[in-house]
């Protein structure tokens, strides 16, 4: 049972002054005890204080450094690159909407002209900002309009986007481009990552029908109706449902 010490208190025999002797040790000792773990401390501080007023100061010219970086380098450079984008994604918009001169006009996108830069110059100058990782994937999309299907694999696969667009579309351009080198199986395998990048009404039908119809080519028919079932359950109002029985009879059928 605790005992503790009251105001006035006085061991009325020899038993109580023994526990009251035993606890009074027992407190010393603690408080003896803390002294020392106080006095140690104490003394490890003051013997590494320089090691950690080291360390201290390290952290924060990190910090500072860090922010002054930010401020002074990364946030200029990030401007500077913007507005270089615009001269080559005219080009590249130009292209694409273009019936004739594709392939010039994608060229200029890509290399640039007149000393203004292309995707390539501001991919190399402006390495690590949001415009070169952007340039990435209008570099990749342009070379696939000009049937370079390796160098837009070499470009689409530097591009990251967590945009629930553009990022499934990079990675089903990664998809077409394999699918043009005659390589089903790597292109089925970018056209799942296109369709888990995001659910959405515009590239996920898109990507479930070139899924569903590699998957076929390569005599996957389970998954290839799984990819099918999809677009007529989830995309019943898509361009891709519109044929999509029969595309089910064909996975449902083998043939």
């Known amino acids: 049972m605790a005992t503790y010490k009251k105001r006035g208190f006085k061991p009325k025999n020899k038993a109580e002054q023994q526990q009251f002797d035993e606890n009074e040790s027992t407190t010393a000792e603690v408080f003896s005890t803390l ?26 010219v990190g910090v500072l450094g860090y922010l002054a970086y930010n401020q002074f380098v990364q946030n200029p450079k990030e401007e500077s690159a913007a507005n270089e984008m615009y001269y080559p994604q005219q080009y590249f918009d130009q292209a694409v909407n273009s019936a004739t001169e594709k392939d010039s006009l994608f060229n200029l996108a890509l290399n640039g002209a007149d000393g203004k ?16 990782n952007l340039a990435s994937y209008s570099a990749g999309m342009a070379y696939m309009n000009m049937n370079q299907y390796q160098e837009a694999i070499d470009h689409l696969e530097d591009f990251s986007s967590d945009d629930a667009v553009l990022g499934a579309l990079a990675k089903g351009g990664l998809g077409d481009a394999f699918m043009q080198l005659g390589q089903p199986a790597d292109a089925l395998g970018y056209y799942e990552k296109a369709i888990g990048h995001n659910a959405n009404d515009y590239t996920t ?19 290839a109706l799984g990819f099918f079932q999809r677009i007529k359950d989830e995309f019943s109002k898509s361009d891709e449902a519109a044929s999509i029985d029969a595309f089910i009879g064909m996975a449902k059928s083998g043939k």
């Open 35 to 60: 002294d020392e773990s106080a006095s140690r401390s104490e003394e490890w501080v003051a013997k590494n204080q320089n090691y950690i007023l080291g360390v201290i100061g390290v952290i924060a």
């Open 117 to 132: 830069y292309g995707f390539l110059d501001i991919i190399d100058e402006y390495s690590g900002t949001k415009a070169a």
């Open 205 to 223: 039908p898109k990507f479930l029908y070139k899924a569903g119809v590699t998957a076929l080519e390569l005599n996957q028919k389970d998954k």
